[in-house]
């Protein structure tokens, strides 16, 4: 009897040490689990935004470039919340080759317009026609936001409400190579 | 002469036909519209901004929009697994509606058949320990009043023995 309660002690303490252990591989064995999008560190899939003032835009055209791609909805409100923060932002960076590129996503033409005009900022905002770009960037809901570096590689995505903080933080990360900033 | 060997032939001609039409409609029956297809994908894939619905169950604009995309890739020719691929390289295994059994993924599948296990070796300890021996009921010491009790039941039959 002796031994069999023995037995019986040590698997339970084997079974705590092994619920601990799978628990803690699951919050830091695996990086991978804790990143934003499985398309950071990969090629940011091609697309063509139509912008709202009639022009064209595609992704090859901001190679060489760090973009800010920042998907918004009309009725999303902390679209409106980071709306300042991403104005002033913009500000800062336009002239150190960054382009700040806003996406309006699952949205009504005519809202978008009246947004535009209150919160859109002076960078550059657009659709895309096919309304695919939502999909192949992964996007889960509005406010998201991508920074690519200028190799056209995804560096970091970000979800929900941007600050001045968090886009200084990713921006620069972004602007610098890759090997300094891992 | 001749007349008999037309009609067998035309007989055997008749029968090839019939038998190319009816394997032919039924090679039809088996192969899924595109349709199908994707409503196959869709359940495959949960809606990533909704409450435990796959993608063929969920009416927001995303599951909408992975619907169409899904129907796009099947017209171009791609296979269901390249279509599932394609969904998992943007949004993470996550999105599967049974997730591979993969890297951490695996304790998903073996957990419940684990924790049965376990419940099943407790319930059996607990039983086998609440089981009491036969033996051990007559070696259980009785109480203080019980032991009394007996002597003096004990003595009242030596009494009544003696008036039988």
Redesign the interface.
Known sequence: MKIVNSI?KFGVLA?IITILA?LG??LF??RD?TKT???IGKEA?GFTIKLYDGKRITSEELKGKTVLLNFWASWCTPCRQEAPALEEAWQKYKDRDVVFLGVN??DDNENAMTYMKKFGGEYPHGIDPE??I????????VPETYFIDETGKIRDKYNGPLTRDIIDYYLERAMKPEEQTS | MTLPSTNKYTGFAMMALITLILFSSAAFATEKSIDDRVNEIAYHLMC??CQGQSVAESNS??AN??R??IKKQLEEGKTNQEVLDY??????DSILSSPPTK??NW?LWIMPGVAVA?GAVGIA?FLHKSKRPEGDVESIPAEPGEESESEYLKKVDEELKKYE
């Open positions: 019986i079974a799978v591989y699951a064995g695996d689990l999008s499985p398309l899939p996503v699952w309304e695919e939502q999909v192949n960037f992964g996007i889960g809901g | 990533p901004v604009n995303l929009d992975i169409m995309i969904f998992v390289k943007r949004y993470g890297g951490i304790l376990l300890l």
